[in-house]
């Protein structure tokens, strides 16, 4: 199947067979994390779900990285 293929093929795939497609390109240009940065995230993760008060909405984070770059 030629590139110009694939690009007409996407709109007639789901949303989670797109948002698949994506994760596994994503997975060919980044290597896999290392068993240390994975059990990081794990540990991470755990914390958060303890305490999900101790997450920032991603709007908040935007707008005070918006403003600390602008000075």
Do not use: C, W, Y
């Not at 005070?64 to 770059?69: E, N």
């Amino acid at each position: 199947m030629s590139f110009a293929e694939v690009l007409n093929e996407l709109p007639m795939l789901t949303l989670s067979q797109r948002q698949l497609l994506i994760r596994r390109t994503l997975d060919l240009d980044e290597p896999s994390l290392s068993p240390i940065e994975e059990a990081l995230v794990k540990k991470r993760l755990a914390a958060h779900h303890r305490n999900p008060q101790s997450s920032v909405p991603l709007e908040t984070m935007k707008s005070r990285l918006r403003s600390q770059f602008k000075k």
